[in-house]
Antibody
Framework: QVQLVESGGGLVKPGGSLRLSCAASGFIVSDYYMSWIRQAPGKGLEWVSYTSSSGHNIQYADAVKGRFTISRDSAKNSLSLQMNSLRAEDTAVYYC??????????WGQGTLVTVSS | DIQMTQSPSFVSASVGDRVTITCRASQDVRGWLAWYQQKPGKAPKLLIYATSRLQSGVPSRFSGSVSGTDFTLTISSLQPEDFATYYCQQANSFPLTFGGGTKVEIK
């Protein structure tokens, strides 16, 4: 069955970097559009980044543009999010999600990123 | 950017009640509107996509509709497991955006 498992979250100081991974099983990541979505503590959902199946169309929210990079590892069947120049406002649970028909039909359980000195 | 205005932000309802949640898009989203349910500490779950299409495995008491740019999620008869927070999301154009959420609590 389809499963997504995020990892790599943790506590990081402002200005630091972190790399999140999302391991997929039950489907091939490179066959699907994929996104990262985050949720700050006690807040709503915020889309962060998207990659098309080909990787030719990559999009970022303005809040993370120039600091975050989404990528895929076909050999590991996984999705990654490299996060640089982290700020306190990046503190959130980060979810990876698979796109179905103009919606996200499978989500991981999330990984918590805390940016604090 | 397309703004999604969701209302109400909070609903107090009883088991068996009919509950309606509305999401207004600031621009045409061409029907690419989805609804998600989220329970505390869990990932969101897709309920409805493309305005009114029920995701596989989702009970038929959930339905979606549209009138102009006003999208509606209806729960026909609220069940104990439906107490959660609901979000709408437009998938027409980047940046992809969510409504602010509606928390459905037990009266």
């Amino acid at each position: 069955q389809v499963q997504l498992v995020e990892s790599g979250g943790g506590l990081v100081k402002p200005g630091g970097s972190l790399r999140l991974s999302c391991a997929a099983s039950g489907f091939i990541v490179s066959d699907y559009y994929m996104s990262w979505i985050r949720q700050a503590p006690g807040k709503g959902l915020e889309w962060v980044s998207y990659t098309s199946s080909s990787g030719h169309n990559i999009q970022y929210a303005d809040a993370v543009k120039g600091r975050f990079t989404i990528s895929r590892d076909s050999a590991k069947n996984s999705l990654s999010l490299q996060m640089n120049s982290l700020r306190a406002e990046d503190t959130a649970v980060y979810y990876c999600a698979r796109e179905g028909t103009y919606s996200w039909d499978f989500w991981g359980q999330g990984t918590l990123v805390t940016v604090s000195s | 950017d397309i703004q999604m205005t969701q209302s109400p932000s909070f609903v107090s309802a009883s088991v068996g009640d009919r509950v309606t949640i509305t999401c207004r898009a600031s621009q045409d989203v061409r029907g690419w509107l989805a609804w998600y349910q989220q329970k505390p500490g869990k990932a969101p779950k897709l309920l409805i996509y493309a305005t009114s299409r029920l995701q596989s495995g989702v009970p038929s008491r959930f339905s979606g509709s549209v009138s102009g740019t006003d999208f509606t999620l209806t729960i026909s008869s609220l069940q104990p497991e439906d107490f959660a927070t609901y979000y709408c999301q437009q998938a027409n154009s980047f940046p992809l955006t969510f409504g602010g959420g509606t928390k459905v609590e037990i009266k």
